[in-house]
């Protein structure tokens, strides 16, 4: 499964989700993601890997908004009688 990448300073990092294949482990690296950076099948590439643990705290502050949360709270409940 892939989750996402962005661009740092060396380089390029990318979440991916290890899948088990028969005895072995693998991680699948996105087409689009392979034909940007010209990879090719059997070619060799240094893959540094940490754990990713995430938080809910993570998730917190990620979405921006103009309008007050008791704004976006009281529309929602006008929905609710529809």
Known sequence: MYNG???IEEGTMMY???K?????YG???PAEFVRSRNLSE?????I????????MKDFF????????????KDELRAGWGD
Do not use: C, P
């Open 5 to 7: 990448m962005y661009n």
């Open 27 to 29: 991680i699948l690296l």
């Open 61 to 72: 502050g990620i979405v921006k908004s103009r309008k007050s949360i008791q704004k976006i």
């Open 48 to 55: 540094e890997v940490r754990k990713r643990d995430f938080h």
């Open 20 to 24: 088990k294949w028969g005895n072995s």
């Open 42 to 46: 059997n070619e060799v590439v240094e």
């Open 16 to 18: 991916a989700t290890i």
